[in-house]
């Protein structure tokens, strides 16, 4: 009886070791600020100081420690590494009445030219995907929607940048650096299929990533 009791105890040890080394950090949905915010130099909003460098569902450890991702069904439900996958940005999508999220941004360097890559993997499978890049004299924003679609009177839809803004915390950076920033613009999409019409794309949001 009292070498069952030790073993209960040797598991029950290991079970409590193991939570405490693989701590989850679960990813909440993004919430809109006030607009004006995305606007400002100051870099105060609770997103910045979270750790927000890891997510929880569908997630394990594989054999040697490391922490892995499953996408829920689908595509052979295979693991992406989530050291390369975080919650790196809190970018929000309104588009007619529906809202989107961009949670993952991806930041490089080219010369003095620093370039955003906005997308919602892992976390979602959104059609959306946002570009932007920043100089010393100008900003840009490429926004597209990624529909496979076979009816041959289709044509791509074109979008129209309206008001861009691009804020980083620094002025210059290197490969390596971690960047913070905000951003903000209004894109019109002109639709010719299956009717002719347009709408409007209305996107804010926060980010923190290092540059690769």
Not at 105 to 113: F, I, L, M, Q, R
Request: charged letters at 20%.
């Amino acid at each position: 009886m009292s070498r069952i009791v030790f073993n209960l105890s040797i598991l029950l040890l290991f079970i409590s070791c193991n939570g405490a080394e693989q701590k989850e950090v679960y990813i909440s949905e993004p919430k809109l600020s006030p607009v004006e915010n995305y606007s400002t130099e100051t870099f105060d909003e609770p997103f910045f100081s979270e750790n927000h460098y890891g997510y929880a569902q569908f997630m394990k450890f594989d054999s040697s420690g490391k922490l892995t991702y499953q996408y829920p069904g689908g595509l052979n439900n295979q693991f992406v590494d989530s050291t390369k996958y975080y919650h790196s940005a809190e970018v929000i999508l309104q588009i007619d009445t529906s809202t989107y999220y961009f949670r993952n941004c991806k930041a490089t360097k080219s010369g003095d030219t620093i370039a955003l890559s906005f997308t919602d993997n892992p976390f979602s499978r959104t059609h959306y995907e946002l570009k932007a890049w920043k100089d010393q004299s100008s900003v840009n924003f490429q926004y597209n929607q990624n529909f496979t679609i076979t009816d041959s009177s289709y044509r791509p839809s074109t979008y129209s940048v309206v008001n861009p803004g691009l804020i980083f915390d620094k002025k210059e950076y290197a490969k390596g650096d971690r960047i913070k920033g905000k951003l903000h613009v209004t894109v019109i999409g002109n639709h010719t299929w299956p009717k002719v019409y347009t709408d409007t794309v209305i996107i804010y949001g926060l980010f923190k990533t290092v540059i690769e």
